[in-house]
């Protein structure tokens, strides 16, 4: 069946950014949060990255005004009753993840594609929390995700080939690069992003140089856009901790085990931008 109306569940900072570029691609989207609070933050958030595209000349207002008008948010999971594609984008928790599947499974049709944002968890176990495992797979956006092109398609044992078509349309119709990787922890990107950052805060704490000298380094000896603590920063200091830990739950390879010093700035709150200190103070 062909894509019409999207759900998202979660409205942070990637449902939000999920949610603008289905809304601006032309789809119906139905966007959840926990509470109003918290939906009627992200649902700004989707406004204001809206009209600094028409500050800039990227959106005309009309474009803007009806991509949100194609929005509704709720915090009703019932909501997503009549969605033709459901992409959760909710906290990296497996079981809160495997109760919303759960849950989605009994609300929604027979032909609804159940998908998840995660960046490290395994697929198959999400699905199994239903009874629709063909048509489960994962969408890994990338943040912000209005901006960045790729799209990851996450393949289980259990997906469909009509499933994974339909898919790929639905993110080609995003204006997303699409790449397709197998269930398996860290996908493509995460799987060598992950050792290239522990291996940055490795050489920090071995006194290899500055975390100045590193990223310049790695920006200008091999023209990357920022370096490795710059974007660590970026990412956030807790999600590369808990990729990392999933990582290698799963592999035992000692090249994704967090280090020290990335532990001890976590538990410190230095989490990077986001709280206006990490490896950079932001205040």
Same mark, same amino acid.
């Given at each position: 069946?062909?894509?019409? =109306?999207?759900?998202? #569940?979660?409205?942070?900072? /990637?449902?939000?950014?999920? !949610?603008? #570029?289905?809304?601006?691609?032309?789809?119906?989207?139905?966007?959840?949060?926990?509470?109003?609070?918290?939906?009627?933050?992200?649902?700004?958030?989707?406004?204001? &990255?809206?009209?600094?595209?028409?500050?800039?000349?990227? $959106?005309?207002?009309?474009? /803007?005004?009806?991509?949100?008008?194609?929005?509704?948010?709720?915090?009703?999971?019932?909501?997503? =009753?009549?969605?033709?594609?459901?992409?959760?984008?909710?906290?990296?928790? /497996? @079981?809160?993840?495997?109760?919303? &599947? !759960?849950?989605?499974?009994?609300?929604?049709?027979?032909?609804?594609?159940?998908?998840?944002?995660?960046?490290?968890?395994?697929?198959?176990?999400?699905?199994?929390? +239903?009874?629709?495992?063909?048509?489960?797979?994962?969408?890994? &956006?990338?943040?912000? $995700?209005?901006?960045?092109?790729?799209?990851?398609?996450?393949? +289980?044992?259990?997906?469909?080939?009509?499933?994974?078509?339909?898919?790929?349309?639905?993110?080609?119709?995003?204006?997303?690069?699409? $790449? $397709?990787?197998?269930?398996?922890?860290? *996908?493509? #990107?995460?799987?060598?992003?992950?050792?290239?950052?522990?291996?940055?805060?490795?050489?920090?704490?071995?006194?290899?140089? +500055?975390? @100045?000298?590193?990223?310049?380094?790695?920006?200008?000896?091999?023209?990357?856009? /920022?370096?490795? *603590?710059?974007?660590?920063?970026?990412?956030?200091?807790?999600?590369?901790?808990?990729?990392?830990?999933?990582?290698?739950?799963? &592999?035992?390879?000692?090249?994704? !085990?967090?280090?020290?010093?990335?532990?001890?700035? #976590?538990?410190?709150?230095?989490?990077?931008?986001? +709280?206006? =200190?990490?490896?950079?103070?932001?205040?």
């Amino acid at each position: 069946m062909e894509i019409k =109306k999207v759900g998202v #569940v979660g409205c942070g900072l /990637m449902g939000s950014g999920i !949610a603008q #570029v289905c809304a601006q691609a032309g789809y119906q989207v139905v966007v959840s949060e926990i509470n109003e609070d918290l939906l009627q933050k992200g649902l700004n958030n989707i406004k204001r &990255f809206l009209a600094k595209g028409v500050e800039r000349g990227k $959106v005309t207002q009309e474009e /803007m005004d009806a991509a949100l008008a194609r929005i509704q948010g709720t915090v009703d999971i019932q909501d997503f =009753k009549d969605c033709d594609l459901v992409i959760e984008a909710i906290i990296e928790n /497996m @079981e809160a993840k495997k109760e919303l &599947f !759960a849950s989605l499974d009994g609300i929604c049709p027979p032909h609804t594609i159940l998908a998840s944002n995660t960046s490290s968890l395994c697929i198959t176990e999400i699905a199994s929390a +239903t009874k629709r495992g063909e048509r489960v797979l994962g969408l890994h &956006f990338f943040n912000p $995700v209005p901006l960045m092109r790729l799209l990851e398609i996450v393949r +289980t044992i259990l997906t469909s080939e009509k499933t994974f078509e339909r898919a790929r349309g639905f993110g080609e119709s995003l204006g997303k690069e699409i $790449v $397709v990787a197998k269930d398996t922890p860290g *996908f493509i #990107v995460n799987l060598l992003l992950i050792p290239y950052l522990l291996d940055a805060i490795r050489a920090l704490e071995n006194g290899v140089a +500055t975390k @100045e000298d590193i990223d310049k380094g790695l920006v200008l000896g091999l023209n990357h856009p /920022m370096g490795p *603590f710059t974007l660590l920063d970026l990412l956030g200091l807790d999600t590369t901790l808990f990729i990392a830990n999933a990582m290698y739950e799963e &592999f035992k390879d000692s090249r994704y !085990a967090a280090p020290p010093l990335l532990r001890r700035m #976590v538990t410190a709150g230095h989490l990077g931008r986001k +709280t206006g =200190k990490g490896f950079y103070d932001y205040q």
